[in-house]
T-cell receptor, first 111, second 114 residues
């Protein structure tokens, strides 16, 4: 049973526009939510996180929003750039210190 | 070089053979993890280690063995490889459990079991 769900396997946006990646979770006890970015043939790299006590966290072009009542978070990228094309994983910190990942969303930003 | 490295990067083996994937980190992070990435599953935890000589199972540990005699190394062994273990394997390290931005991933090992 998936605890972290990314229901859109892919997303295509035009350069300069907003990219919105969505994630749903089932466990209301999760403390942290994270987004990782992954390029082909590389390991995931940390992008941005949010604590469950906040509803928004910004870092430059990247903003994560958390809606606890809906158990939903989203990553906004504004403006999107071709270099943002990658697979984005939503994750939550698990009880073993590990990360519980969604299946990922492949973002393509077209020039 | 500083960081986290994995070897080999690519490996092809046959069913029933033993395979060891290596992971080495230079930060002296206490926590180390092994994940596998499969199409349609994201990344799933195989084993983790909180410190040298302390290891524990993750979500999908069957068919795998780990050891951690030194802080910097965390090898993953497939005792008798099966086709279902064809996957991309990622090693990660971190300072503290539960602190979200301190897990760093290696480049991955793509393993094919024929």
């Amino acid at each position: 049973d998936q605890q972290v769900k990314q229901n859109s396997p892919s997303l295509s946006v035009q350069e300069g526009r907003i990219s919105i990646l969505n994630c749903d979770y089932t466990n209301s006890m999760f403390d942290y939510f994270l987004w990782y970015k992954k390029y082909p043939a590389e390991g995931p790299t940390f992008l941005i996180s949010i604590s469950s006590i906040k509803d928004k966290n910004e870092d430059g072009r990247f903003t994560v929003f958390l809606n606890k009542s809906a158990k939903h978070l989203s990553l906004h990228i504004v403006p999107s750039q071709p270099g943002d094309s990658a697979v984005y994983f939503c994750a939550s910190s698990g009880s073993q210190g590990n990360l519980i990942f969604g299946k990922g969303t492949k973002l393509s930003v077209k020039p | 070089d500083a960081g986290i490295t994995q070897s080999p990067r690519y490996k092809i083996t046959e069913t029933g053979r033993q395979v060891t994937l290596m992971c080495h980190q230079t930060w002296s992070h206490s926590y180390m993890f092994w994940y596998r990435q499969d199409l349609g599953h994201g990344l799933r935890l195989i084993y983790y280690s909180a410190a040298a000589d302390i290891t524990d199972k993750g979500e999908v540990p069957d068919g795998y063995v780990v050891s951690r005699s030194k802080t910097e190394n965390f090898p993953l062994t497939l005792e008798s490889a099966t086709r279902s273990q064809t996957s991309v394997y990622f090693c990660a390290s971190g300072v503290l459990a539960g602190v979200p931005d301190t897990q760093y991933f290696g480049p991955g090992t793509r393993l094919t079991v024929l």
